[in-house]
């Protein structure tokens, strides 16, 4: 497996790196340290199997650096890790096109668990309460800038679709 693993503390990488080795232990694992080296690194090797990025990084604010990421690299699976739980930003993620979001306060479980879905084609998105003012999922679909249809499985589609209006 060829990962790039985008995030502004070498400290973060350093402990990310040692669970992604636990993983795929013959892992080959690029850093990236803002965003311009993210997408320097991601033109240099366009046959990555995945990419982790930290949602804030120089270079880029918030789910800006994601949208343009996978504009430039539509064909690059993302994952999203972040020091933010925020409902909002996971729905924000969602629609920019990530397959994944994993909070920096998740244990090395889940983060795992999380990866393996993401690389079997799934969609990772950790559960938590519904924030106020969502009600029952409406039945008109959701915009999810950045997310196709014809991307996804038609089922991956209605949970992508469900996930951004806040469902569990």
């Not at 502004?8 to 636990?22: C, I, S």
């Not at 479980?109 to 938590?128: C, E, K, N």
């Not at 589609?157 to 996930?163: C, D, G, K, N, P």
Request: proline content about 9%.
């Amino acid at each position: 497996m060829k990962a790039l693993l985008a995030d502004d503390h070498p400290l973060m990488r350093e402990g990310v790196r040692q669970v992604l080795t636990q993983l795929v232990p013959r892992t080959n694992i690029l850093d990236a340290h803002d965003y311009p080296s993210l997408f320097a690194q991601s033109a240099l090797h366009p046959d990555l199997d995945l990419a982790l990025v930290d949602l804030n990084m120089p270079g880029f604010v918030g789910i800006q650096g994601i949208a343009q990421y996978r504009s430039r690299f539509p064909d690059i699976p993302l994952v999203v890790l972040s020091a933010s739980e925020s409902q909002d930003d996971i729905r924000k993620v969602l629609g920019a096109g990530a397959l994944g979001f994993i909070p920096k306060s998740a244990p090395t479980s889940t983060m795992l668990w999380a990866l393996r879905q993401v690389l079997d084609g799934h969609i990772y998105f950790p559960r938590g309460p519904t924030p106020a003012g969502i009600g029952a999922a409406p039945s008109a679909p959701v915009d999810l800038p950045g997310l196709q249809h014809g991307t996804l499985t038609t089922r991956q589609f209605e949970v992508a679709q469900l996930l951004a209006r806040g469902c569990t």
